[in-house]
């Protein structure tokens, strides 16, 4: 199904909630290194697709592969090689910005030294060096957004999954 060049496939995915489909036969393909957008209306499939392709929502019929493996007989494999960012900041409010990836890194078995030496990169590249060790409390919208965005790129994933990647970030922001 995948070929070393894809970095997502996906087949004739459906997925049902009572008598209506979120998706009818949804097929993807994403060569390795590519950047790809998903655009629709709300309520086309997009954050669905990226449940099923991300291992957080089973698929209903069809196959899907992701850094090849299949999210439904390997999401192990497919969590290990993935990040992803969600619609809404997933960030600890009470801790700093150096805390909350530092505390991402551990918990994805990164080493105390791994965690805190990815953070202060992360952090630089967001343009968030200044603010690294003010709680997140303090962050404006799109400051959370930008630190939301590095937390979910802590592991330099294979495979990216941004989902309303944009919302929160003023125009510069999004373009960076």
Do not use: W
């Not at 969590?79 to 990836?101: C, K």
């Not at 078995?109 to 791994?114: A, N």
């Amino acid at each position: 199904m995948t070929t070393r060049a894809d970095a997502i496939v996906a087949q004739g995915l459906r997925k049902r909630y009572r008598d209506r489909y979120a998706l009818d036969g949804f097929d993807l393909r994403v060569p390795q290194g590519t950047v790809c957008g998903l655009l629709g209306p709300n309520g086309a499939g997009k954050t669905t697709s990226v449940r099923i392709l991300s291992t957080l929502l089973r698929l209903d019929e069809g196959r899907a592969e992701v850094a090849g493996f299949d999210v439904t007989r390997q999401p192990d494999q497919v969590r290990y090689r993935i990040g992803l960012v969600g619609q809404h900041p997933a960030l600890d409010e009470a801790l700093s910005g150096r805390q909350n990836l530092v505390l991402f890194g551990r918990l994805f078995h990164l080493g105390r030294r791994r965690a805190r030496q990815r953070a202060v990169e992360l952090l630089e590249r967001f343009g968030l060096a200044d603010a690294a060790e003010q709680p997140v409390s303090t962050y404006s919208g799109g400051m959370r957004r930008r630190l939301d965005l590095a937390a979910g790129m802590i592991l330099a994933p294979a495979v990216l999954f941004l989902d309303e990647p944009t919302t929160g970030l003023d125009p510069r922001g999004r373009n960076e």
